[in-house]
Each structure stands twice: as C-alpha cells, then as structure tokens.
C-alpha cells in the first residue's frame, strides 16, 4: 500500500479521529504516521509500581529515539521503598526478579538491563539506576511531578533526582513535588530549573511539627522566591501539623504571578495567622486566578477548627482592593451570603469560571447572584460554573439558561434526597418520566434549550469535593437535562451515556458518600 503524500499537520488531524489501537496498525504506513504512533505512546509516562509493563516501558525509554519523545513524567516513589522492605523480608531465591521478567518476556540479553547476572535479583537499586539512565535521555520532558512518600535518601535515590536536574534543567515549565516536610531539603538540593512557568508543592502528612517554622521559613520559602521571576501559576497545598504561616510570610513577590492555588487547614494549629495568606494575595497584584480550599490536614482541637478562615474573610471584606478583576475564582463562601456577593461584584465583570463550595443556595439567593451578571449581555460572560442548590425546579433551570447564555459547563450539588424526589419514577411511562404533570421530570420533557450553549453537566449529591463514584440518580438527572439541551456533549467531563435517560426507581443512598 503507497502512502498518500502529504504534509504532517494533515496527518496530524488525520490521527485525531482514530482510536490509539486503529492508529497503531498504521505505524508502518509513512514516517509522519510513525512518529504520531511513538509521541502518543510515550508523551506521558507514569511510574507508580514495578510490573510487567513499567519494566518493559522502562528499557524501550532508555533508547534515545523514544526518550526524547516523553513530555510529562510522574514519578510515584513509594514502590521503590516497597521494593526495599520487600527484599529485607524475602530470601533471595524467591525474591521478585524484574531482570528475569524482561529477558523473558521481550528476549534481551543480560547485559542490556544491568550489569548484575542474571541469576541476582534485580532490587530497588537496580531499578533505581536504570531509571536514571532513562530520565538522562529524556532532555525534552516539559512536566515533571515526583512524590517522595517513605522513599529514603539514600545515595541512588539522589543520583536519581540529579539525573532529571541535569536532563529537564531547560525544557522544563511545570514541576510538582510531594513530601514530608523533613524531606524538602534533600528533595529541594536537586531541583533547579531555568525556565520554570508552574509550581506545585504539596506537603504531604507528618507525625511531627519539629523545627518546622525554620524548614519552611529557610528551605522551602526560599526556593519558591528563588523562582519569583519566571513562575505564573504556583499551588501550595499542605495536609502537614506544621503552621503556615512562616511560609506565607516570607514568600516575596512574584511578578508574573497570575495564578494562585491554597489549600490549609483553616485553624489556629495549621495558620496561626491568617494575615500572612492575605498579605500574600494582595502582594501579587496580577492574580486573576484564585483557588483556595481546605486541605486534609486534621485537628484535635474542634474549638479552632476553621477559626482563622474567619479571620481571613474580615481581612478580604476590609480591603476593597482584594479579588478584583480576577477571571477564575474557586473559594468556600465568605461565612455569610452578603460577604460573598460583596467580593463578587469586585470581579463581576471580568469573571468567566467561578466555583463556590460549601453552601446551598436558595432560590432568592440565586436570582440575586444572576444579577451580579446581567450587566454583561455583549460578552461570553460566565462559561464555567458551580454552585450547590437547596433545590432544583423547572424555574431554577429557566434562570440558568436565560441568565447564564454563554455558560458551557455547570456543575450543581444538591443536598441529600433532592435527587431521589427528581429521579423517582413511579408509576414509569414509556420514555420514563412520571405520569404527574408536576414533577420536575414531566415539566422539563415541555422545555427545549436550544440557545444553550452547554457542553458540560455535572450533577453531585451533598459532595462539594470532586469524585468519581457515580450515583445513580446523578446520572439520571444529567441524563434528563441533556435530553432537552442539544449542545450537550459530556457529564463531569467524559462522553455521555448516549441512549433515553435511565429508568431509576427510589434511588438508595449510599451511605459512605451521603454520612
């Protein structure tokens, strides 16, 4: 078969309609086929366990040809600690041997996966250094994400990190890091990048707080500032007992900072002083994204639990000059509804995605806070948004569509057993709406949205926080709306069930997700 002579960008389109095992089959087709099939395999690497397929995926990256074809990274480190106590529990005639797996099963020969026999198990420093030979090779990687976990310092695992220094040190833009906070400092010693745009640090859950104040204040505040002048997205997330806010207090400004993601604890123990957050925020003028939310971090003490998120709002409401102009916002509300809606007007008129967590909103709540947006006919407006509902009715859908012309994802959280009222069908009809012409169902099945533009529906139940358990009357319901609003194309994001909407009964609550 001749291949059709053309230039790559049409083969490029061409791929983007294929399925990746219709697209493989073409690998043999043309050059440009080729290399679409390689980038697509090996753009985005995940090493989070030792099996068969990392290890077979871990000797074709250590050719040059594929390594330089890797763009994203994560490297989940906890497996390597794994393999370690592993092998101080299992005599060494019965130990896992990833060698003995390779040669099997892709025919090398022994002296291509290391320079141990065969006969030797392959154990965490081998797999350690044959990792760092491939990441050597990937001088190309753009995102980089490593958690730390138990991992141990020992002198592989640092050459390890080393070898991404010295092979990411140019093309890398985003970099993520998870860690025990006493771990930052031999985890920081080999990160230092020159053309870092994004930064993550996610500090993960400690047993002890231990000179934690000089740790963030002398390790972790200084490699942030030392990245001040390129970075424009930086996310700070800590489930650590140590207090923020020498943290917060000596990060310096960021010129370009244009996005800023918070997650703490909101309470005495996690940040004695909420000022530090907001000195921060108001320091970085150029902000238009904002997202601040509650970390895992835990507290015995319920009396100051969320104490200083109280603190911060009367910060944020006394300053005029806080939240304004910003296109993104995601927040827990302001403790009261006015406190909210006055922060909003602040960005009324710039705002295209807002999520607003931890509060229900009635339904003269609603219509006040459409308002904020009426004024802005001409432009797309608000395209992303969510916000939990006491109640959902065929007025309420009416004003998002009429209000909200340009949204193209919505998200609602409705408290438990509005679902099951909505999705109750009983007795069924044949297209499975209640035969009551009162029901939401049955006056819904009257309306078209043709004008709406809406992509995306996601619909929760009592859960502000994302997850991927679906509920059965969730589905139902997005179901329902996407049967009378065409340009639908996804729920939470992934292609919807396509079909008539589901026949759901009296939807049991599943308790571990409803508690």
Not at 202 to 221: E, G, K, M, Q
Request: charged content about 20%; overall charge neutral; proline content about 4%.
């Amino acid at each position: 078969m001749k291949s059709v002579v053309l230039p790559d960008d049409v083969w490029e389109c061409i791929a983007a309609f294929l399925s990746r095992r219709d697209l493989a089959g073409l690998i043999s087709l043309n050059v440009a086929l080729y290399n679409i099939v390689l980038n697509t395999r090996y753009r985005e690497l995940c090493w989070d366990k030792v099996d068969k397929k990392m290890l077979k995926m871990l000797v074709r990256v250590r050719t040059p040809s594929i390594a330089h074809r890797v763009r994203r990274l994560h490297v989940r480190a906890w497996f390597i600690e794994y393999l370690v106590r592993k092998e101080s529990l299992t005599p060494s005639s019965f130990a896992f041997n990833p060698k003995r797996l390779l040669v099997h099963y892709l025919g090398l020969p022994t002296n291509d996966i290391g320079s141990t026999t065969l006969a030797s198990s392959a154990n965490a420093s081998d797999i350690l250094k044959s990792m760092a030979v491939a990441v050597r090779l990937m001088t190309q990687v753009t995102e980089y994400s490593f958690e730390w976990r138990d991992l141990s310092p020992t002198p592989d695992t640092m050459r390890f990190l080393s070898a991404a220094r010295l092979a990411f040190g140019v093309s890398l833009r985003k970099l993520t890091l998870h860690a025990q906070l006493h771990n930052f400092s031999a985890l920081l010693s080999t990160v230092d990048f020159q053309n870092l745009e994004e930064l993550e640090l996610f500090l993960d859950h400690d047993d002890s707080a231990t000179d934690a104040a000089n740790l963030l204040r002398d390790t972790i505040a200084p490699f942030v500032n030392h990245f001040r002048h390129t970075i424009f997205s930086l996310l700070l997330s800590s489930a650590s007992k140590a207090d923020m806010s020498p943290l917060l207090d000596a990060l310096q400004h960021v010129p370009h900072l244009h996005k800023f993601v918070g997650r703490f604890a909101f309470d005495a123990s996690h940040l004695s002083d909420p000022r530090t957050l907001f000195k921060f925020l108001r320091l970085n003028c150029t902000l238009t994204i904002v997202e601040l939310g509650w970390s895992f971090a835990a507290t015995s003490d319920e009396v100051s639990k969320l104490s200083s998120w109280g603190a911060f709002c009367n910060a944020v409401l006394a300053d005029g000059g806080a939240f304004v102009n910003l296109s993104g916002l995601n927040t827990p509300f302001l403790r009261r509804f006015d406190d909210t809606m006055t922060c909003l007007r602040r960005s009324a008129d710039t705002l295209t995605s807002l999520c607003l967590i931890d509060h229900f909103f009635r339904e003269e709540e609603l219509l006040e806070f459409a308002n904020l947006f009426a004024h802005r006919p001409f432009d797309a407006g608000l395209q992303k948004l969510s916000l939990g509902l006491t109640h959902l009715t065929i007025e309420t859908v009416d004003t998002l569509a009429n209000r909200f012309p340009g949204l193209q994802s919505l998200d609602l959280v409705l408290p438990e057993g509005v679902l099951r009222r909505i999705c109750h069908i009983d007795p069924p009809t044949s297209f499975g709406y209640s035969k009551d012409p009162t029901t939401f169902c049955a006056l819904l099945i009257t309306r078209s949205y043709t004008a709406w533009k809406l992509v995306n529906i996601g619909i929760w139940e009592k859960r502000f926080a994302g997850s991927s358990v679906l509920v059965p009357a969730e589905l139902c319901l997005m179901q329902h709306l996407a049967s009378r609003i065409p340009s639908v194309q996804t729920f939470r994001g992934e292609p919807k069930t396509e079909g008539k909407p589901c026949r759901v009964g009296v939807v049991k609550p599943s308790s571990h997700l409803l508690d």
